[in-house]
């Protein structure tokens, strides 16, 4: 099951959602997606509240690509829930091993020595 509630908090429009997150429930907040534009129209910010979120899968993520490509902050409430948002908001990962390269070295006779 998941419940979305949309409301206007002063100048903030805020979609509490509650429940599972995933294929099976997505129903309510896509056809919300679908009319947010019209409803929303980028007036004002978007917080989706996710505090009441039992549990994500990958089509619950990809939703939450989708609002957060409209703009959307998120606040998120547990430790999975927080990485998920984490990962849908901040930069692309660098590729695997790229920020492990270990710096170049010196040559042999270049040890440092009288600087």
Sequence with gaps: MLRVTESDQGGLYVLMVE??????TLGPLSE?????PAAF???KPLLVDLAGVTS????????LKQLHSRGATFKAKGCLNRAIVAAITCCAPEPAGAGALPEPQGQGNDRGEGK
């Design 19 to 24: 429940g599972k997150l995933t294929a099976a």
């Design 32 to 36: 919300l997606l679908q009319r947010l």
């Design 41 to 43: 129209e980028g007036a």
């Design 56 to 63: 994500i899968d990958a089509e619950g993520k990809q939703i």
